[in-house]
């Protein structure tokens, strides 16, 4: 069972016996969902995007985040921890839920993928303290260069507000300012398994594959 690297004696919201948790991280641009949805096929995780959960929520009628989630997007800043940590709780039970009402648990749906995040260190802890503590942090690490140029091709077709070279740069800052002490945090916990994602989708997934499957059957 995992334990926090966030000392607390409450109750987490999820039983870390049964839940458990992932989270991804490397810069905008690094594969980090590319490599996701491999995973999901390999192990049959629930996937869940940080970012994909905040633009729903941006464009949800009756939300009262909406415009303060589309002006943190557009300057590449974090939305406030509540917000996120609240969402991905809200997808977590539903997905569970789903889960139940069909076979019953089934192995597999108990685990999470957590996508882009924590991008910060008070998202992380807020997470770990109250609702489930993560098992490892998978890194994907590159260059700014080929992240760069991997988002620019995505914002081509990816419809994305964010997908252009100014807001790309801020999110390069904020990656460095703000995501990098969380991964630096869990590293010394042991806690994270840094891949290089320069190489092809293929070979970055051996990697990904083997991370996870140490911690899935050591
Ligand atoms: O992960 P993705 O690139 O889709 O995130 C897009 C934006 O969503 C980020 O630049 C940030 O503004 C916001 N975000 C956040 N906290 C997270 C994940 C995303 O504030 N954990
Ligand atoms: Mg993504």
């Not at 648990?105 to 998202?123: A, H, N, S, V, Y």
Request: aromatic letters at 8%.
């Amino acid at each position: 069972m995992t334990t926090s690297v966030f000392k607390s004696d409450k109750k987490t919201f999820f039983d870390p016996a049964k839940v458990t948790v992932f989270f991804i991280l490397g810069g905008p641009g690094a594969g980090k969902g590319t490599q996701c949805a491999r995973l999901v096929q390999d192990f049959g995780f629930s996937h869940l995007s940080a970012g994909d959960l905040l633009r729903a929520e941006q464009v949800r009628e009756g939300s009262e985040y909406g415009e303060l989630i589309r002006t943190c997007i557009r300057e590449g800043t974090i939305v406030p921890s509540e917000v996120t940590v609240n969402l991905l709780k809200n997808a977590m039970a539903a997905a569970i839920a789903e889960d139940h009402e069909g076979e019953g648990w089934t192995e597999g749906r108990g685990r999470f993928l957590i996508d882009g995040f924590p991008r910060k260190l008070d998202q992380a802890e807020m997470f770990e303290v109250e609702i489930c503590p993560a098992s490892l942090i998978l890194f994907f690490d590159t260059t700014e260069e080929v992240m760069l140029a991997r988002l620019l091709e995505r914002g081509k077709t990816s419809g994305r507000e964010d997908d252009n070279v100014e807001s790309i740069k801020k999110r390069f800052r904020t990656y460095k300012e703000q995501t990098m002490p969380v991964i630096e945090l869990y590293e010394k916990y042991n806690k994270v398994a840094q891949i290089d994602s320069t190489a092809s989708i293929e070979e970055v997934h051996k990697h990904a594959s083997a991370a996870v499957m140490k911690v899935l059957a050591p």
